[in-house]
């Protein structure tokens, strides 16, 4: 059978920049995928996605003309009902079999055998192999669909009449099995060899493509396009890292993934380029510059070795003439005026103080149910000054805290952050240290919105961690008191994101608040009736959900977080610490005995009901295992209360490991639900007072299996 590489390309206008890497990733691999399931390529394929501005593409090696023929076997129906009392076949199995395309002959080749009730004819075929053309045309049509387009154009084809939809209109389509052209159609195109290059540098128009192999070397070179997406990044942070060393010693680009991966989509064949602009631009803050920069221009700024805005940036130019300088000064003269419209904002912002802003908060509204934004910051200010008041021992932290808070949302009604929403936060920090503001307190207004995503730093300081909780506390006991819980995949309000961040701060920053502490403070701040409800009971059952699965991110094993957050411990600090001393008592010889014991002990108070106590009378002990146990527990529990207390929870879990054998003993001589009523009490007793000794820090029933 013959086997030949294989090349498809779509030729298309301009594709949406930001989803460009995803396309060619899906367009390709879901390609290749849909021959294997067609018995066209093997699993063991090579597999080349190709994506630029103008092109999705897909190169797979050792392709079939024709997938091998395949052995069919279909279940008809019993013998029973398909062959009569003389062995011929009825007419439902005649009908059955016309169906499948098979007539009577072939009624003497079906095979008996039993399915477990009954025996059943069976009737084995070969099915053809499908041609390249039939699975490629399948494995195009089903990549085109599985792009993942979150709005397509609908087009009119040259005959004026027929309409299409994708996601920008296709102009070409190849299809080379080695040198054949497969004849395949899609989008109203026929496959055939030829292609386009750069849009203004390509030295052959179209572009022919003798061979699928031939791809990328044809379009770097006569068509002057590098058609990989990973080849065109690098080329580009190569480009990048050479022209930043020419700029300056010590200079380099800002470093920016989704920057990068925007702009290798924006061009075909790169080019780096240096640019500036006056220095008098630099007295603007260089979040504001930096941010325009990129979001609207798409450049790179030049950073010195502190990490400071240079009067330098670098543009990512399509084309290559022989004399830059006209690239250069039309880049030059279109990121004037936005740095100009930047600095007039900066300018014009700080001719208000934040204080004076404040009241306008009253007249955003933040959502129809909890009311305004100048609402919600009175709600921020007041948990946040209960928090800074607990982290900081004095009122004084308390009222700084509030005061930040207060301040922490004034920024939004700026000229600044009304053009760049992104800066929300840091311009506040910025207009406050203009006002006069403590630096603690310009701190807490940027880093209240801290950690924005995973791996952010946390706040500084004890005022911007105060505020911060009590920012997300506020929007996460809001949201829930008035039923916008999070499902599936929808979580319009990021709410995960502010769980996750209480639970970072809360943890990583080893505070000494407790989380039924937190939220009661953050609903004493809302007014429970009408639309709102308390919360605490559902926002305390997902926080845990997250607390879970951050920890399992982490590398910890499920059962380690099981068998911590199932207790539910109230300092996410110790957190930790707790799951340190499990892992470490898994690895005792005692642990998996213990854990089942422990086990079997909750199963047992759990059926007794709520009415045992954790309580021993000594008279009542009877069994000679029943006392030894007792008399262990009184040893053990001690040591491992002592270092509990001591904050060593290793060596509190390890001390537990000297109640294997009496607690084995216990469980082998004694019967806990004895005759004698007050025997089974206490001896009911005695095991809920070693559940509790055992259950301090985790619930070590979750490590048996």
Known sequence: MTSKNLLVELFVEELPPKALKKLGEVFAHTLAQTLVKEGL?????????????????????????????????????????GLDAHGNATPALLKKLAALGADTAAVAGLRRESDGKTDVLFYDSVAKGASLAEGLQKALEVALAALPIPKVMTYQLQDGWSSVHFVRPAHKLVALHGTDIVPISVLGLTAGRETQGHRFEASVDPLLLPDADCYAEKLAGKGAVIASFAERRAEIVRQLTAAAIQAGPNLKPIEDDALLDEVTALVERPNVLIGQFEEAFLDVPQECLILTMKANQKYFPLLDAAGKLTNQFLIVSNIRPADPSAVIGGNERVVRPRLADAKFFFDQDRKKTLESRVAGLDKVVYHNKLGTQGERAKRVAAIAQIVGQRLGDDAAMGLAAAQAATWAKADLLTDMVGEFPELQGIMGRYYALHDGAPVELADAIEDHYKPRFAGDTLPRGPVGTAVALADKLETLVGLFGIGQIPTGDKDPFALRRHALGVIRMLAEGQLDLTLDELLQTAVNAFSV???????????ADFIYDRLAGNLREQGYTAQEVDAVVALRPQRLGDIPKRLAAVRAFAALPEAASLAAANKRVGNILKKAGDDVQARVDADLLVEDAEKALHAALGEVAPQADAAFAGGDYTASLQALAALKTPVDTFFDQVMVNADRVDLKTNRLGLLATLHAAMNRIADLSRLST
């Open 41 to 81: 390529a093997s699993a063991e394929a090579a597999v080349t996605p190709y994506a630029s501005p103008r092109r999705l593409a897909v190169h797979v090696t050792s392709v079939a003309a024709e997938a091998a023929d395949k052995p069919v076997t279909q279940k008809l129906m019993p013998v029973a009902v």
């Open 529 to 539: 009736g009408g639309d709102f409800k308390d919360p605490r009971s559902a926002l």
